[in-house]
């Protein structure tokens, strides 16, 4: 999904490339990996939109 293209937006594999390049973690035992993670709770609808402003709960 991170490479497809999205509502105005073209397709972009350069995006796992640059996770990859800069994201690396070590996992004992496994050696180094790329990592991306996102965790997220919906609490309700609505609509984002860009400059909107993101805070973590808690």
Do not use: F, K
Not at 14 to 21: F, G, H, K, N, V
Not at 51 to 56: I, Y
């Amino acid at each position: 999904m991170t490479t497809l293209g999205q509502d105005g937006l073209p397709e972009d594999r350069d995006t796992l490339r640059t996770i990859a390049e800069h994201n690396r973690r070590s996992i004992e035992g496994m050696g180094t990996w790329a990592c991306a993670v996102v965790y997220a709770d919906v609490d309700g609808g609505g609509t984002a939109r860009r400059g909107d402003v993101l805070r973590a709960a808690g």
